[in-house]
């Protein structure tokens, strides 16, 4: 069977300031995809002939609907998958949903228009009518559960582990590019570069070793890699979470404490106390309904983000990310009373000899 490969959207790198530390780029490179720990990722899967792509038929100059509704059994395989990254115990809690509006995760079933996913926070800048996920072939086909689970463990904001700077595959380039331009591909050599050949930069991946067994790689044939040599015939991870892919993804995602939020009251600074990759999570119980406003305080890049509690649910309301900027990440939001919201402020790094703090009012 010929291997099927996802392919990412290019992003753009984000543009730093130069003369930053080293330490600094690196904290802001490993963790800007992820999500802060604690968050309830909602998922919706598209349905109904209302959902489609229009795509241009080849030689008649006219278009065609393509449905993104999957049949109940491919969304099965799909939510199968989702329990099977929840049961490793994560901090991350996945929930389906049937309000579009709702759902950070929206997932289609194009078919033909491969198998590709958003990765991490980058599925919220997709607008609402708009795929964060799509399954391009049958996931119901032997060997293809493995797609799923591969696509979540982008939308967890892990990258393609082949890539790594690691690896030591020295590739046949052409061969590859050959291999990804034929069927069932078709792929550019752009897009073969971007998703097969790049390097990873160091700081962009979970861990310092390559994970040949790990969910995040591909299945490669005979011909294409030249080094290491034992790879030459093919490589074939088994298409289950890896031990290296549990470790990575419960580093990023603990287990969420058992103990309650402190409550973070108006006009009252908080000590943050954070080491880089540490959070801290708080709670509000707004005294009265109005416009509040709620910043971190000193030299520190992190990531604020406000929750709404409904139903005992965290609802992702607002978010700000100020890693790279001399600014504090700051948000306005109208809070009512009678409501109780979750903060969570993750750190990439702290700068220079003062603390950090946080504070609404």
Same mark, same amino acid.
Request: charged residues 25%; neutral net charge.
């Given at each position: 069977?010929?291997?099927?490969?996802?392919?990412?959207?290019?992003?753009?790198?984000?543009?730093?300031?130069?003369?930053? %530390?080293?330490?600094?780029?690196?904290? =802001?490179?490993?963790?800007?995809?992820?999500?802060?720990?604690?968050?309830?990722?909602?998922?919706?899967?598209?349905?109904?002939?209302?959902?489609? *792509?229009?795509?241009?038929?080849?030689?008649?100059?006219?278009?065609?609907?393509?449905?993104? %509704?999957?049949?109940? @059994?491919?969304?099965?395989?799909?939510?199968?998958?989702?329990?099977?990254?929840?049961?490793?115990?994560?901090?991350?809690?996945?929930?389906?949903?049937?309000?579009? *509006?709702?759902?950070?995760?929206?997932?289609?079933?194009?078919?033909?228009?491969?198998?590709? *996913?958003?990765?991490?926070?980058?599925? =919220?800048?997709?607008?609402?009518?708009?795929?964060?996920?799509?399954?391009?072939?049958?996931?119901?086909?032997?060997?293809? /559960? %493995?797609?799923?689970?591969?696509?979540?463990?982008?939308?967890?904001? &892990?990258?393609?582990?082949?890539?790594?700077?690691?690896?030591?595959?020295?590739?046949?380039?052409?061969?590859?590019?050959?291999?990804?331009?034929?069927?069932?591909?078709?792929?550019?050599?752009?897009?073969?570069?971007?998703?097969?050949?790049?390097?990873?930069?160091?700081?962009?991946?979970?861990?310092?070793?390559?994970?040949?067994?790990?969910?995040?790689?591909?299945?490669?044939? #005979?011909?294409?890699? &030249?080094?290491? @040599?034992?790879?030459?015939?093919?490589?074939?991870? #088994?298409?289950? =979470?890896?031990?290296?892919?549990?470790?990575?993804?419960?580093?990023?995602?603990?287990?969420? #404490?058992?103990?309650?939020?402190?409550?973070?009251?108006?006009?009252?600074?908080? #000590? =943050?106390?954070?080491?880089?990759?540490?959070?801290?999570?708080?709670?509000?119980?707004?005294?009265?309904?109005?416009?509040?406003?709620?910043?971190?305080?000193?030299?520190?890049?992190?990531?604020?983000?406000?929750? @709404?509690?409904?139903?005992?649910?965290?609802?992702?309301?607002?978010?700000?990310?100020?890693?790279?900027?001399?600014?504090?990440?700051?948000?306005?939001?109208?809070?009512?009373?009678? /409501?109780?919201?979750?903060?969570?402020?993750?750190?990439?790094?702290?700068?220079?000899?003062?603390?950090?703090?946080?504070?609404?009012?």
């Amino acid at each position: 069977m010929t291997a099927r490969y996802c392919s990412l959207a290019r992003t753009p790198a984000p543009a730093f300031a130069p003369g930053q %530390a080293v330490e600094r780029l690196s904290a =802001l490179a490993s963790g800007r995809r992820k999500w802060v720990n604690g968050t309830v990722l909602h998922y919706w899967f598209f349905g109904g002939d209302s959902e489609a *792509s229009v795509i241009p038929v080849p030689g008649r100059g006219m278009t065609r609907r393509v449905s993104w %509704a999957g049949a109940e @059994e491919q969304r099965d395989v799909v939510r199968a998958c989702f329990r099977e990254w929840q049961d490793l115990g994560i901090g991350v809690v996945f929930a389906e949903v049937a309000d579009r *509006s709702e759902a950070e995760l929206r997932i289609g079933f194009q078919a033909g228009d491969g198998s590709w *996913s958003a990765v991490g926070r980058e599925a =919220l800048r997709a607008g609402r009518h708009e795929r964060t996920m799509n399954f391009g072939w049958d996931l119901t086909a032997p060997g293809e /559960r %493995a797609t799923a689970l591969h696509q979540i463990g982008h939308a967890l904001g &892990l990258l393609h582990e082949h890539q790594s700077p690691f690896a030591g595959i020295h590739w046949d380039d052409e061969a590859v590019y050959a291999e990804l331009a034929g069927p069932p591909h078709h792929w550019s050599r752009e897009r073969t570069h971007d998703n097969i050949l790049r390097k990873l930069a160091p700081d962009e991946v979970d861990a310092p070793v390559w994970d040949p067994q790990s969910i995040m790689g591909f299945s490669f044939p #005979p011909g294409l890699i &030249l080094e290491p @040599e034992q790879y030459r015939g093919g490589l074939n991870p #088994p298409g289950t =979470l890896s031990a290296a892919d549990k470790e990575a993804v419960l580093r990023w995602y603990p287990p969420a #404490p058992a103990r309650g939020a402190p409550a973070l009251v108006p006009f009252r600074s908080v #000590p =943050l106390g954070l080491g880089p990759g540490e959070q801290a999570d708080f709670r509000i119980d707004p005294p009265e309904s109005r416009t509040y406003t709620l910043s971190t305080f000193g030299d520190c890049d992190a990531v604020v983000v406000v929750f @709404e509690e409904r139903d005992g649910e965290p609802r992702y309301l607002v978010g700000r990310d100020d890693g790279g900027t001399p600014h504090n990440a700051t948000i306005r939001a109208r809070l009512v009373k009678g /409501r109780r919201y979750v903060v969570r402020v993750r750190l990439y790094s702290a700068r220079g000899c003062g603390g950090t703090a946080v504070m609404c009012w």
